[in-house]
C-alpha cells in the first residue's frame, strides 16, 4: 500500500479498539517470568556453551600478540576466538569501528578475544589468562582540546545552513545572549545486557538477539561473517531496554555466531557491564553555542545555534542543531555541527538522538533571553511561536499545537504561583523553583510490513519482524488488527522479532508504533478484501464487526468463511512525499518543580508534568508509560548521568551502574501526562506520530530552569551536580 495522499475516514477511526488504554499483552509473561530473553533461550538453543569477551585494553593501536595457549588448557575451554583464526571480517553498513580487534585496535575495550567453555565461570576464568600485548598509539580524548580540528558536517553541499543575515540582524538587535553549554558523553545502562545466542545448522546460522532493528542487523551480520543474508536468522521476540544502543549489530553477536561455527555447537554471549559503556555505542558529549537576538518587545530576530561533538574516524555527529531549525520563528538563522575526529568508543543514537542534548542547551538559552527581557519564560515562547518552517516558509505544519501545551500546561501546573524573582520561595530547608521547556521531535516513518492470517477458529495471527523493547508494540499492532477485523483483542495473536517474518520499520527514533501499525494497516486491508470476497461480499461495502463480516444484508462469521482453511495476506506501507510538502513534527511541554537544599546543594525533583501532542495517541496507557519512562531519563541527564573520560587512557571510568549513575524510584516524584486529543491525516492512515522520544525531549532544561528559578544559579555544563550550586547558593 503506497501512503501518498492524507488518510481520510477508516476502519482506526471507529476507536472501538484503537485508543483504548489497554493493558500491555505481553505483561502477564514478563511478570511471571515466561517470555524468554536472548540470554534465555534454552529450549530453542539447548546445552548452549558460554562465551566470554575480553576487551582492548588500550584506546588506540596494534595487537603484537596475544598467547592463549595457558588459557586453551584451562578447565572446560572449548575454543579461543581472535582475528587471527576467525578468518575475514567485514564491516556492516551501520558500525563506525570493527566488532573484533586485530590487529589494529580502534577503541578501548573493542572485542579481542572470546573464550568459550562449557560454563560462565569456566570461560571467566580462562579468559583472565589470556595475555595481549599492545603497541600503544597516541590519541585524541578530549572534546574541547579538539574543537579547533573539528570539520563541518555537510548539509547537502553546504558547511550550515543559513536564512537572511544571521551576523547584521544579531549585531543591530537590542538584546542579545551569547552562550556556550556542554552535554556529558553517556551511557545507555539498559536492564538487560547485550546479549546473544548463535547457532549453526550446515550452513545456516540462526542468532536469539537482543536488538531493536532485526533486518538491520541481520543484513550487516551477514556482511560482517561474509555469508548470504538468506542465510541468517535473527530471533529477537523480547527485548529488556534498548534506547537506541540496540539499533546496530555489536560485537557479542559476531562473536557468538564465530564462537558457536568454532566448536559446533550452540554458543552464547552477553557483554559483561563494564564493556557496554566502552565496546558498544554511546550518546557523544557536546559542546554548543547559542546566539539569540531580539527586539525590545520579546520578538526573536537572530537566532544561531552551533554544535561540536566527537567520533571515531568515519562516524557522525551527534545533530543537536536540529529542532532549533523549526521550534521558533526567527528571519535570521544559522546552524552549524561540527565534527572532531575521537579515539573514544563509537558515538551513535540514543534516546531522542540531537533533540535530547539539543533541548538542553536550547530551552535554557531560551529562559536566559526570557530573563533578560524580563518576560515570563512561557509568554516568551509562545511570542515566538510560527505556523510555518522557519527555513522554508512556503511550508507548513501539518499539526502544531506548541502554543496548546505551554497554555494548558502553565495552568495544570500552577504555574503563576512561580516567583518571578529566583532564591524567593522556601519550604524549610529547601529552596523550591519551576522550570519550563519546550519538547519538539520530528515524526518519522519508515517502510513497514507484516502479514495477517485469519485463522479457521476465527482468531487472528499478526507476524511481523518489529520487535518490542517494552514499548507496548505486542499490544498496539494487536489492538490495529483487532480495530481492522472487527474481533476482540484477545481474539488476536502477534508474533514479533523474527527475521523470517515480513521486515518491519523495528523499534527506534519514534518511528516504530506509527509505522508498524501502518503496516499491519495495510495487510489487514487486503486481508478484508479477501475475506469480504471468500465470504460472496462486496468489498468496498464490507463492515467487519464482532466477529463477523457483512454487507448488502448478509452477515457471515469470520470463522465460516476461514472453515476451509486460513486465510492469508500479507503487504507493506510505503510512504510518499507528504512529509516533504508538509513540516510534520511532535510538541510537547515540560514543567518541573524542584528544591535544592539551601546547605548542601542537593537537588530533589518533587512534581512532573508533560502535556504532549504526537498525533493520535494508540494507546494512552502504554504511551504514559512511554513519557514517564522519558522524563525519568531527563531527570538523570540533568541530575547525573557523565561517562567521564580519562583522558590519559582514552576510556570511560564509570563503566558501570555502580559508578555511572540513573534515577531510582527514589529519585522520582508524581508524574503527570496530559496528551492533547489530536490526529494527523498527513502522517499515516493511523493518524498517529509516535511520542517514545518526545518525552525526553526538553525535560533536563526544565530541571535545569527550576534549578535557577530556585536558587538563582545559572548552570550550563550539564549534569547539574550539587559541586557546581555549592559555592553560590546563598549564606546559611
Not at 578530549?142 to 550550515?160: H, R
Not at 537506541?244 to 559483561?272: D, N, P, W, Y
Request: proline share 5%; aromatic share 6%.
Amino acid at each position: 500500500m503506497k501512503f501518498t495522499k492524507p488518510a481520510t475516514t477508516n476502519p482506526i477511526d471507529q476507536m472501538k479498539v484503537v485508543g483504548q488504554p489497554l493493558d500491555r499483552i505481553d505483561g502477564p509473561l514478563k511478570t511471571t517470568g515466561q517470555a524468554p530473553y536472548a540470554y534465555e533461550q534454552h529450549e530453542a538453543a539447548p546445552n548452549a556453551a558460554y562465551g566470554y569477551v575480553i576487551g582492548a585494553a588500550i584506546p588506540k593501536g596494534r595487537i603484537r600478540v596475544i598467547e592463549s595457549a595457558a588459557a586453551g588448557k584451562a578447565p572446560g575451554v572449548l575454543a579461543i576466538v581472535t582475528y587471527e583464526n576467525a578468518g575475514r571480517l567485514g564491516k556492516g553498513k551501520f558500525n563506525t569501528a570493527h566488532l573484533v580487534a586485530g590487529p589494529e585496535v580502534q577503541h578501548y575495550h573493542q572485542a579481542v578475544a572470546l573464550v568459550v567453555a562449557e560454563t560462565f565461570e569456566q570461560a571467566r576464568a580462562a579468559a583472565a589468562l589470556v595475555r595481549v600485548d599492545y603497541e600503544a598509539a597516541s590519541g585524541a580524548f578530549d572534546l574541547k582540546a579538539a574543537m579547533t580540528a573539528a570539520k563541518p558536517v555537510k548539509s547537502g553541499n553546504k558547511d550550515e545552513d543559513r536564512t537572511g543575515n544571521f551576523e547584521s540582524a544579531f549585531a543591530s538587535a537590542p538584546v542579545k545572549l551569547d552562550a556556550t553549554y556542554s552535554t556529558p558523553d553517556q551511557s545507555h545502562a539498559m536492564m538487560e545486557p547485550f546479549a546473544s545466542i548463535a547457532s549453526w545448522t550446515g550452513d545456516q546460522l540462526t542468532v536469539w538477539i537482543s536488538n531493536q532493528m532485526i533486518d538491520w542487523t541481520r543484513t550487516d551480520l551477514a556482511t560482517t561473517l561474509g555469508m548470504p543474508k538468506e542465510k541468517v536468522r535473527l530471533v529477537s521476540p523480547y527485548i529488556g531496554g534498548g534506547f537506541g544502543g540496540k539499533l546496530f549489530l555489536r560485537s557479542e553477536t559476531v562473536l557468538a555466531a564465530l564462537g558457536a561455527k568454532a566448536v559446533k555447537r550452540s554458543v552464547k554471549v552477553t557483554l559483561q557491564r563494564p564493556l557496554i559503556a566502552n565496546n558498544t555505542t554511546h550518546r557523544p558529549a557536546t559542546i554548543q553555542r547559542i546566539r539569540i537576538g531580539a527586539s525590545r518587545e520579546g520578538r526573536i530576530t537572530a537566532i544561531a545555534h552551533e554544535s561540536w561533538s566527537g567520533d571515531l574516524a568515519g562516524g557522525g555527529p551527534e545533530a543537536a542543531v536540529a529542532q532549533t531549525r523549526l521550534l521558533y520563528a526567527g528571519a535570521n538563522r544559522l546552524t552549524r555541527m561540527m565534527l572532531a575526529t575521537l579515539d573514544l568508543p563509537e558515538g551513535n543514537a540514543m534516546r531522542a538522538p540531537g533533540e535530547a542534548p539539543g533541548l538542553m542547551a536550547l530551552e535554557v538559552a531560551i529562559d536566559e533571553m526570557a530573563e533578560k527581557l524580563k518576560m515570563d519564560p512561557v509568554t516568551f515562547r509562545v511570542l515566538n511561536d510560527t505556523t510555518v518552517d522557519p527555513e522554508h516558509r512556503d511550508r507548513k505544519f501539518s499539526q502544531r499545537r506548541l502554543v496548546e501545551c505551554l497554555r494548558q500546561g502553565a495552568r495544570q501546573f500552577g504555574w503563576d504561583q512561580r516567583s518571578a524573582q529566583p532564591g524567593a520561595r522556601r519550604d524549610g530547608r529547601w529552596l523550591v523553583g519551576m522550570g519550563v521547556a519546550a519538547a519538539f521531535r520530528n515524526n518519522i516513518v519508515l517502510k513497514s510490513g507484516a502479514r495477517v492470517r485469519l485463522e479457521p477458529d476465527g482468531t487472528v495471527t499478526v507476524e511481523t519482524d518489529m520487535t518490542d523493547i517494552g514499548t507496548g508494540s505486542y499490544t498496539i499492532i494487536a489492538q490495529t488488527a483487532a480495530e481492522m477485523l472487527g474481533v476482540a483483542v484477545e481474539r488476536v495473536k502477534v508474533r514479533l522479532g523474527d527475521s523470517a517474518f515480513p521486515v518491519s520499520a523495528g523499534s527506534g527514533g519514534q518511528f516504530g508504533a506509527n509505522s508498524a501499525t501502518s503496516g499491519v494497516y495495510a495487510a489487514c486491508v487486503r486481508l478484508r478484501e479477501q475475506i469480504a470476497r471468500q465470504a460472496g461480499l462486496d468489498p468496498a461495502a464490507a463492515d467487519f464487526s464482532g466477529g463477523q463480516v457483512r454487507a448488502g444484508g448478509k452477515t457471515v462469521a469470520l470463522s465460516t468463511v476461514a472453515a476451509s482453511g486460513a486465510i492469508t495476506a500479507e503487504d507493506s506501507i510505503e510512504f510518499g512525499d507528504l512529509d516533504k510538502k508538509f513540516q510534520q513534527s511532535t510538541f510537547g511541554a515540560h514543567f518541573v518543580e524542584v528544591g535544592v537544599d539551601v546547605a548542601t546543594g542537593e537537588v530533589r525533583v518533587r512534581r512532573m508534568l508533560a502535556v504532549c501532542a504526537a498525533g493520535r495517541i494508540l494507546n494512552p496507557k502504554t504511551a504514559r508509560s512511554q513519557v514517564i519512562g522519558a522524563m525519568t531519563m531527563g531527570v538523570g541527564g540533568a541530575l547525573m548521568e557523565h561517562l567521564v573520560v580519562d583522558q590519559r587512557l582514552g576510556f570511560f571510568v564509570n563503566h558501570d551502574l555502580a559508578g555511572y549513575e540513573v534515577p531510582v524510584h527514589a529519585d522520582i516524584p508524581h508524574q503527570e501526562v496530559i496528551f492533547l486529543d489530536e490526529t494527523d491525516p498527513m502522517s499515516s492512515p493511523m493518524k498517529a506520530k509516535g511520542i517514545g522520544e518526545l518525552g525526553l525531549c526538553g525535560v533536563g532544561a526544565a530541571v535545569a530552569n527550576a534549578i535557577h528559578n530556585a536558587t538563582g544559579i545559572r548552570t550550563r555544563d550539564y549534569p547539574v551536580t550539587l559541586d557546581k550550586l555549592l559555592a553560590q547558593l546563598p549564606a546559611v
